[in-house]
């Protein structure tokens, strides 16, 4: 029987990264991200008065060293655990590496006063983090060991439509990233229209951003719907369904807060669940993606392969 204490680990990174990249988002809409003008320390200190931005802005970097020894830990059990599946070792230590990256550009968003590409970069990296968190705790979980494998057209429907979509997510978390650190969230003040249009006039970077990122929200939401058709038609089992009837309600969720967020004005509650959908959206979806490209090799327990990484199910 494998022993699960990898996949309990990389649970517990996902949902910390989960809450930390909503906390960021707190950070942001209460204008807190500058409450610690230095950096590691705030105010020259690593336990300040938590009181008004500095208790934000301090908890989120709390949070933030907490997941990097989580992590830590759970890259410890794949050497342990994870066996020929050295896949998941490399990538435990990339990990690694790339929280480090995105501490040092949460650092640098302080030392230069929040650059827009500085910042941006900052949140891209953790959706990155997230993304990776998520395939490791995919290939780590022992359900795989016991449900039946995708069928060759199911995974190469998760595999394409899955990925797809998680793309667009990730590029439309990008893109709202943008908006939040180029102060474009009210670029169109009015919905569905934008200025009164429906296409509006790019007279300046605030509208253009804004409407590309509702442009792109609108390909991401049909490459979801699109994938949950396709796991209907291809005769996905009942648990794939779920998950895919997961996406859609995320998507509608997500939606439904990115509307409120204007009409509120960019009110601190909808914006920052706002961001967290779009976080959980891309977890629930990379998650679907993986499922299509790990076989029983990759599972807790099973050959796996030293060289390639994961296999491609289906096709091994």
Avoid: K, N
Avoid at 104 to 133: E, Q
Avoid at 188 to 205: E, I, K, N, R
Avoid at 223 to 251: E, F, H, Q, S, Y
Avoid at 273 to 285: F, I
């Amino acid at each position: 029987m494998p022993r699960p204490h990898l996949f309990r680990a990389l649970a517990v990174v996902v949902a910390w990264t989960l809450a930390l990249l909503f906390l960021g988002s707190v950070v942001h809409a209460t204008e807190s991200s500058l409450a610690c003008p230095d950096w590691p320390t705030c105010f020259g200190t690593m336990m300040p008065e938590m009181v008004g931005g500095v208790f934000w802005e301090h908890l989120h970097r709390l949070v933030a060293g907490g997941l990097i020894l989580i992590f830590a830990g759970a890259t410890w059990l794949a050497f342990r655990e994870a066996g020929d599946r050295r896949w998941m070792t490399r990538a435990s230590v990339a990990g690694v590496v790339l929280l480090l990256v995105q501490a040092v550009f949460g650092g640098l968003t302080v030392i230069y006063r929040l650059p827009d590409a500085v910042s941006t970069t900052h949140l891209a990296l953790a959706f990155g983090f997230l993304a990776l968190a998520v395939v490791l705790a995919t290939a780590a979980s022992p359900r795989r060991t016991t449900e039946p494998a995708p069928s060759p057209q199911v995974a190469r429907v998760l595999r394409q439509w899955g990925g797809g979509a998680a793309a667009l997510v990730f590029v439309q978390s990008v893109l709202g990233a943008v908006v939040r650190h180029t102060d474009s969230g009210m670029g169109c003040p009015d919905f569905p229209t934008c200025l009164g249009q429906w296409v509006p006039p790019m007279d300046t970077h605030f509208v253009a951003i804004h409407f590309t990122h509702r442009v792109v929200g609108v390909l991401a939401t049909l490459a979801v719907v699109g994938l949950a058709v396709a796991l209907v038609r291809a005769g996905a089992g009942p648990g794939l369904r779920r998950w895919a009837a997961g996406a859609v309600a995320l998507v509608a969720a997500q939606f439904t807060l990115g509307v409120v967020s204007v009409l509120s004005i960019l009110d601190v509650l909808p914006v920052s669940l706002h961001t967290l959908g779009a976080a959980a959206l891309l977890a629930l979806l990379v998650h679907l993606a993986a499922r299509g490209h790990l076989t029983r090799a990759d599972a807790p327990g099973g050959p796996g392969r030293t060289a390639a990484g994961p296999h491609v199910a289906g096709v091994a």
